[in-house]
């Protein structure tokens, strides 16, 4: 029995962008879908009702890693799982960590088996394996799982960019069996999906993505994205996989990405991406608009009345002015992180709807030409134009 389902209800003819509905055990997602990353068990300044009730978020992602060694699967599995954990209603995709791990470098050591690797909180020793990263999400209750993955650095030589491949797929189809194995035991359904790795290098990504078809799995991701590399690289990567990746599944590509890639993404036949990129950069003082970006210290918004933008819908540009938010960012209160992540993820969010109302409305590449011709981070020289 699939574990959750997945339907295509509309298509663009010129490109590969698809609406659609993905069922999960917490409700129906219209597809395509960006989720804001809640790495700990929370969006980092929202709560549960902002994103559920007030944004209409209808999954969010957090981290193996982060919730792997504070506060443990143990503990969560204890207090009912995430969802009741953070109070969330919705679904939650969980990845499988290793990301992070890898990106811990000299505190790691990869083998065929997995990796083992020291806490960043206190140094503690740990292991994960294709194996206890599932354990873990099952712990969690995530209603989608990620396998555990090896993601390389940017650049790698094509040498090493397959053993990393090779050792990825060994480790998908261990986590397949293991979920597998798992899911009699488990009440609740849970999907796992594998991810495509292979660097920046078209012919690893598709020979590791047509192997990961056998695994019939519920769903596939692209991952090893936004790693350093230049973003028509991304692009390029994402094609390759779709030429292959089977289209009744969904498609998720991970940690992307920028607002005009969006849409790029989306044209490539992608379905699901995260990123932390609105709530990190939101922060930092940077918000994005329909009209591009606003880096919120400027001057020339010292006593700018006006809202961060007219067209926004949400409590922040309802309710308060450019002049407020900088002066909220410059004296470090609190209040502006919450009112600026809220705003970045309704743009997140706002763009995600334009995306599938346009396909819906068979006036997608009309929509994707808009938007290149408007953006001054548009993606160059992609295939599409």
């Known amino acids: 029995m699939t574990q959750i389902s997945f339907e295509v209800v509309a298509e663009c003819r010129e490109t590969r962008a698809r609406a659609g509905l993905l069922h999960t055990p917490h409700g129906t997602i219209e597809t395509p879908v960006f989720m804001p990353v809640g790495t700990q068990a929370t969006v980092k ?88 990263t599932v354990d873990a999400q099952l712990a969690f209750g995530s209603d989608i799982l990620m396998a555990l993955d090896e993601c390389p650095a940017y650049p790698v030589s094509h040498e090493y960019a397959r053993e990393s491949m090779r050792r990825t797929l060994r480790w998908a189809r261990l986590a397949a069996a293991h979920h597998r194995r798992r899911l009699p035991e488990i009440p609740t359904r849970h999907a796992l999906f594998p991810i495509v790795q292979g660097s920046m290098f078209p012919d690893l990504r598709r020979e590791c993505a047509a192997a990961l078809l056998d695994l019939d799995a519920d769903g596939y991701a692209i991952g090893g994205l936004s790693v350093g590399e230049p973003r028509a690289l991304s692009m390029e990567m994402v094609e390759a996989c779709g030429e292959i990746l089977p289209r009744s599944r969904p498609r998720y590509a991970m940690g992307v990405g920028m607002p005009a890639e969006l849409p790029e993404y989306v044209a490539r036949g992608v379905d699901m991406m995260d990123c932390v990129l609105p709530s990190r950069n939101a922060r930092n003082g940077c918000l994005f608009t329909s009209e591009g970006r606003v880096i919120i210290k400027h001057a020339r918004y010292k006593d700018d009345p006006r809202p961060l933008d007219a067209k926004c819908q949400c409590y922040t540009c309802r309710r308060h002015s450019r002049a407020y938010l900088r002066h909220l960012f410059l004296a470090r209160e609190i209040l502006y992180a919450v009112l600026a992540t809220r705003h970045n993820i309704q743009r997140y969010l706002d763009i995600m709807r334009e995306i599938r109302h346009a396909i819906i409305s068979d006036r997608y590449l009309e929509y994707l030409r808009t938007v290149r011709s408007v953006c001054s981070d548009a993606i160059p020289g992609n295939p599409l134009s």
């Open 45 to 132: 300044g929202l709560t549960s009702r902002d994103l559920a009730e007030d944004l209409g978020v209808p999954i969010i992602l957090a981290n193996t890693y982060h919730l792997y060694v504070r506060p443990g699967p143990g503990l969560i599995r204890q207090m009912g799982g995430l969802h009741r954990f953070m109070d969330w209603p919705n679904a939650i995709l969980t990845d499988s960590g290793g990301y992070q791990v890898f990106s811990l470098s000299g505190l790691r050591k990869i083998t065929d088996e997995g990796v083992v690797f020291q806490s960043h909180l206190n140094g503690d020793l740990h292991a994960f394996t294709p194996e206890s």
